[in-house]
């Protein structure tokens, strides 16, 4: 006889508001049903009301781990839309910051899949790595969340001695290899609680169009750096780690080697950064009417953003987000379908999920 | 490319697909989403998301469908009548593209526009809220329930 089990919208293993109704028979899984809209703002109808500089502000405030990587794609378009260029240096800083973001995220990351494996030792390990990561990113922009430093031509604020942050990349590289990565992919606790388990197979990742890590980890090896770059990425070498298996530990395995691969971008923009502005902008911006697309690379997948301005306007007249976890969330019926109960919310953790994002 | 010209011969479209920031578009021409789509999962494209725009007067709403192939941002847009909810419609691709589903939903919860062949309960977004009052220049219905009017008009 199968039963019906809750969970959320006050989540087990997550600090955010959604609900899974799992249908269970025993303590496996047999089918569940997602519903979302416990943080919808209202953001996107927001944003026709605010002007060129206050619409930056709000869509920072999509998601706070990522809010870096919502301006940088939302002024992407923007500069489309009024033919202005980021100067080469604000190029490298925004990949700088993008792979700081990134890095601070899959540590954030670690360190939750670490407390819903009953690891809390390195729960607290990654959250010590994870401050190093927040430091640095204060030291550039001034904050630790939103950070402002987008607007449209260029950053706000320079790097002005960027080699003085590589011994921090050295320091976290060096603590990933020696810790973190042995422990993950090695202790028999995080073995038995990831391999196999939330499995999303390479067919049904294709059926359900997901991105970023989740993507990478069901063998899908896209990755919009490589594939469409922006920024200063072209000019960046890396490789995007890709694993077949499609479970939790392939996602880890995934983030632990794109860990690595963020401390490799790192060091080559901060020592190739190109002298000069950092901004474009004049004092007045002028758009064109039309619509302008972007997508960045988010930690956590794909992020698109469709901005539309009609000529001799202030404020746009629609700005459409699709973020990554829109894309991974609805994949996540197919992961716990046959898994135990008690690995639903380190299933559903695995995705990396942020609703703030995903309702918006 | 290769593939984006067997996309359009497949189609019959005699247009090009023409580069405009960021976004290679084709004017479907008599194809409809459906083939669109179709045509899409031949190529092994990825489906990104659909952008809905309301237009000026009674023009109706545009819709922009995304697809992602080898890193190039694809768009066929679609332009369907429809102040009221009865004409604003279009059909769905759910069955077609799995991927489809939730973006579906929040047009259809935004915008009021029927993506036909398929049900919205419960709602994704905002459940218990009625459609079309969110992304709407004005309400859907002609005697809204008092707190649904447009919220465009609220903010303005």
């Given at each position: 006889m199968s039963y019906k089990i809750p969970m959320g919208p006050y989540h087990p293993g997550l600090e955010e508001p959604y609900k899974l109704d799992m249908i269970c028979e025993g303590e496996t899984v047999v089918d569940a049903e997602l519903n979302i809209g416990f943080n919808f703002r209202g953001i996107e109808h927001l944003a026709e009301t605010r002007n060129y500089v206050q619409v930056i502000a709000l869509m920072e405030r999509v998601c706070g781990i990522c809010s870096f990587i919502h301006t940088l794609t939302l002024c992407q378009a923007m500069e489309k839309l009024t033919g202005l260029e980021a100067p080469p240096r604000a190029q490298y800083i925004r990949v700088v910051m993008a792979e700081l973001e990134r890095l601070h995220s899959h540590v954030l990351w670690a360190g939750i899949a670490a407390k819903l494996m009953g690891f809390k030792t390195m729960f607290m390990t990654c959250f010590a790595l994870r401050e190093k990561v927040m430091d640095v990113l204060q030291a550039i922009?001034?904050?630790?969340?939103?950070?402002?430093?987008?607007h449209v031509g260029g950053v706000n604020r320079d790097i002005e001695d960027p080699i003085a942050l590589v011994p921090m990349i050295d320091e976290l590289e060096r603590e990933m290899m020696r810790t973190v990565i042995p422990i993950f992919t090695t202790s028999s606790t995080a073995r038995s609680r990831c391999?196999?388990?939330g499995v999303l197979t390479h067919e049904k990742a294709i059926s359900c169009a997901v991105v970023g890590p989740t993507a990478r980890a069901s063998g899908i090896p896209q990755d919009l750096r490589r594939?469409?770059?922006?920024?200063?990425?072209?000019?960046m070498k890396f490789e995007v780690p890709v694993e077949q298996a499609g479970d939790v530990r392939a996602r880890l395995f995934v983030r632990a080697l794109e860990i690595i691969e963020s401390c490799h971008i790192l060091r080559q923009a901060l020592a190739k950064m190109a002298p000069g502005e950092i901004s474009s902008a004049g004092e007045k911006l002028v758009f064109v009417s039309g619509t302008a697309t972007s997508r960045v690379e988010a930690p956590r997948g794909e992020v698109m953003y469709s901005v539309t301005w009609k000529e001799n306007s202030r404020n746009p007249a629609r700005v459409h987000v699709r973020t990554p976890t829109f894309a991974n969330m609805p994949a996540v019926r197919w992961m716990v379908r046959g898994a135990r109960l008690a690995d639903t919310p380190l299933i559903q953790a695995s995705i990396d999920p942020c609703y703030s994002c995903t309702d918006r | 490319m290769i593939a984006l010209e067997t996309i359009r011969e497949k189609l019959g479209v005699s247009e090009p697909w023409v580069e405009s920031r960021g976004t290679h578009w084709l004017n479907p021409g008599a194809a409809n989403i459906r083939d669109v789509t179709q045509a899409m999962n031949a190529a092994g494209a990825r489906f990104v998301t659909i952008t809905a725009h309301e237009l000026p007067g009674d023009a109706g709403l545009r819709l922009e469908y995304h697809w992602d192939l080898q890193g190039w941002l694809l768009g066929v847009p679609f332009q369907i009548a429809g102040k009221s909810p009865e004409s604003a419609k279009i059909d769905s691709i759910y069955d077609l593209c799995e991927a489809a589903d939730w973006i579906e939903r929040e047009v259809h919860e935004g915008f009021a526009i029927d993506f036909t062949g398929r049900v919205y309960?419960?709602?994704?977004?905002?459940?218990g809220d009625k459609p079309?009052?969110?992304?709407?220049?004005?309400?859907?219905?002609d005697n809204p329930a008092?707190?649904?009017?447009?919220q465009k008009e609220v903010a303005k």
């Open positions: 922009s001034g904050n630790r969340v939103n950070y402002s430093m987008n391999a196999g388990i594939d469409a770059p922006y920024a200063a990425y072209a000019e | 309960e419960p709602l994704l977004l905002r459940a079309g009052v969110n992304l709407r220049e004005a309400p859907v219905q008092p707190g649904l009017q447009g």
